[in-house]
């Protein structure tokens, strides 16, 4: 099963990474359940569980969501390299 990640929450605080800014990311299945999880609970699916998450555009091109660390040991979440310039989770709406 994949889920898309659909939107964002990020803490305020200095980050070394902007990634590591967020906290939480909602997301939708293929069965149209919903959820918000921490970023942590995304990183350890992903990385333990083969899970696997997207993110789309509004054209419906898909960047696959991967798991990363920085050098000092924390877990974040990015996505693949694409076509686009943008940063795919940064550019996602908060989640309410």
Partial sequence: MAIRI???????????NPDLAIT??????????TGRNKRVEIYNWIKNEKGEAYVADIYGNRARVITAETNNGTQYLKTEADNSTKNNLLSLPECS
């Fill in 24 to 33: 939480h990311l909602g997301w939708i299945d293929d069965n149209g359940k």
């Fill in 6 to 16: 659909t939107c964002i929450n990020k803490n305020n605080g200095y980050h070394e």
